[in-house]
């Protein structure tokens, strides 16, 4: 492994926690304005992000997309939680 993705790995727990927040925050404001919008934008982009997408960044060097894949996850699951969506678990993860 090279510097730049030493790097990248170590700021990836970094990354990813602003991908989770700054989401849950942006679907917050959405679910305030337009409750059914942000419930049917977690329940479509959940599925696509579960398997497809995950399953792509497993072929990658660094963590670097699979922080801002799990970010977007997490931040799809804790809304879905506070908003009572029953989300797929297409993967058993």
């Known amino acids: 492994m090279n510097i730049k ?5 170590a700021l990836a727990p970094l ?13 917050k404001q959405l679910f305030a304005n337009d409750p059914q919008a ?9 599925p696509v992000m579960d398997v497809p ?6 072929k990658t060097e660094t963590d670097m997309d699979d922080a801002v894949v799990d970010g977007v996850k997490e ?3 804790d809304s879905a939680k506070d ?5 797929p678990n297409l ?3």
């Open 5 to 9: 993705d030493a790097i990248m790995n």
């Open 15 to 27: 990354v990813k926690l602003v991908v989770k927040e700054t989401l849950k925050a942006g679907l």
């Open 38 to 46: 942000a419930k049917t934008v977690v329940a479509s982009l959940y």
């Open 53 to 58: 997408v995950e399953n792509a960044t497993l």
């Open 75 to 77: 931040a799809l699951e």
């Open 83 to 87: 908003w009572g969506i029953e989300l």
């Open 91 to 93: 993967d058993d993860d």
